[in-house]
């Protein structure tokens, strides 16, 4: 969603809020991309905080679906962020004023989407496990292990349990 600035920046209004619905139902960036299985609207108040110079405060939820680091199973993340930016427009173009990417400003409008999207961004789990002991995937058949023991013979694959193994042994020959 747009929401045109220009009565702010005018000066015809001094502050706007809006209930704003969020477009997007899928989380994308770089290789991943997270459906969005629950959002509500972005409630944002937009102020004139001097010339050409605006305040943009709000919050709002998603919760994106995410694979378990382990298992891969469906996660739902909850993710709530509060908005707290200030932005300073350019008269003449409707740009940016400063370096800072400010993406979300397109002309003389605010996309919301893509300001969520940035403060989402911020908000997404370095980990993310479906339970603290999820067993994850069989190395070797892919079953998941959380479902039952699939029977495979997996310590041979991991050198570290066979050196373990090794030592074990060696306690039961003394
Ligand atoms: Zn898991
Ligand atoms: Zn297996």
């Given amino acids: 969603m747009l929401i045109d600035l220009r009565n702010l920046l005018s000066g015809t209004k001094e502050e706007i809020s809006v209930s704003a619905e969020l477009e997007m139902n899928v989380f994308k960036y770089a290789v991943a ?66 370096d800072e990417e400010k993406d979300y400003i397109d002309g003389y409008n605010l996309d919301v989407d893509k300001l969520v999207f940035g403060e989402i961004f911020l908000l997404i789990p370095g980990k993310t496990l479906c339970k603290e002991d999820c067993k994850g995937l069989c190395l070797k058949c892919g079953a998941n292990l959380n479902q039952g023991e699939c029977g495979c013979d997996r310590a041979s694959l991991d050198p570290r349990m066979s050196v373990f193994k090794d030592i074990l042994n060696n306690f039961k020959e003394v």
């Fill in 33 to 98: 991309e997270y459906d969005i299985i629950a959002k509500k609207p972005v409630e944002l108040l937009i102020t004139r905080i001097g010339k050409n110079k605006l305040h943009i405060t709000g919050n709002g939820y998603v919760a994106l679906s995410i694979p378990c680091d382990r298992c891969l199973e469906p996660v739902q993340t909850d993710i709530c962020f509060d908005i707290d930016r200030e932005i300073d427009i350019k008269e003449d173009s409707g740009m940016v004023e400063d």
